[in-house]
Structures are given as structure tokens and as C-alpha cells.
């Protein structure tokens, strides 16, 4: 696996325990995510906001910067870079908006087969990090979500933490690559 991509999912990995305090979608670590996003904290489902936050804090990496080809110096062009949006189908307009800019971004189709580092978009406007390369077209997929339970719900009243997932890959909409 490329070192870049392994970094992303050891930074994904790192936070699978963290839990809501105080409250449903809240809790000072939950905060943080959601500050990774164009909006406000406040008590609002928080996927995409944990993967946002992944993505930031894999951006601040240097050795992630040199296999990007992005100087440290140039955090405008990094922040540029990064998805902000707190919505999971949001995720994918910036992807594609990104392609157009000839990033080094992929917006795969369901039937693609997953890769670790993939973000993935679900059906249900949901969204997680694939944390294991899929080898084959098996039924699965395994991820490493924000906002969901150990019953797999993912909205604001069931979603509780930050879990590893075993998902059918029928309920994904897209990946999103970010460079192979």
C-alpha cells in the first residue's frame, strides 16, 4: 500500500472508540470534527465531518505533502485541496469538481472494487473510509465511519461513535480515490 494512503488509514483507525459526550452529536472530540467543516459545531450528524477532519489532519502530514507534490509552504493550495463539506453526497461534487481541475481524484463507480484510503459515499447519504483493499467482488466492504453504532445506523439519533464497519457493498453510492 502506498505509504501516503497507509498514513490515511492509520489516522482513520486512531480514532475508531471515540464517542459522543453530553449529548447526542456532541462531545469536545466531535467538535473538532465538525470545526474541519465549513460549518459551526453544534449538535448536527457528523460523517462527513469526521471525514473531513481525516483528510486535514492527513494533509498536515509532510510525507503525505511530498507524494502530493505540495511544498508546506503553500497551505492556501492545501486547504484548497481538502474537502470541507459536512455532507456525505457533498463529498462526491467535490470530487468531481476536483477531476475537473485535473487533481489526482477519482470518483468511482459502486462497482469499482474498494481500496483502502477510498472514501465512500452510501446510498443512505452516509459516508466512511474504506480501511482494507477488497480483493475480490465479494459482497463487503470494511470501513472505519464517524456518526454510526454498532448496529451500523448512521443518522443523528442512532449514531453515537466512531466504529469499523463491515458494509454490503450494495448500499454504496461511489469511492472517492484520491490518488492510486
Known sequence: MNPAI?????????????????????????????????????????CAAFCCWVMKEWLSDPMVLETLGIPQTHWAQIEKLRCRDASAFGWGKWAVERQKLRAQIQVLPETALARAGDFVVFDFSHIGIVSVDQPDGSGFIET?????????????????????????????????????
Request: hydrophobic share 25%.
Open 6 to 46: 497507509q498514513k490515511l488509514v492509520q489516522l482513520a483507525e486512531a480514532e475508531v472508540g471515540t464517542r459522543e459526550q453530553g449529548g447526542n452529536n456532541r462531545g469536545t472530540r466531535i467538535e473538532e470534527y465538525q470545526q474541519a467543516t465549513w460549518l459551526n459545531p453544534a449538535p448536527w450528524p457528523w
Open 144 to 180: 472505519i465511519e464517524g456518526n454510526t453504532n454498532g448496529a451500523g445506523d448512521r443518522d443523528s439519533t442512532t449514531g453515537d461513535g466512531v466504529w469499523r464497519k463491515r458494509r454490503k457493498r450494495e448500499l454504496t453510492k461511489s469511492y472517492i480515490r484520491l490518488f492510486s
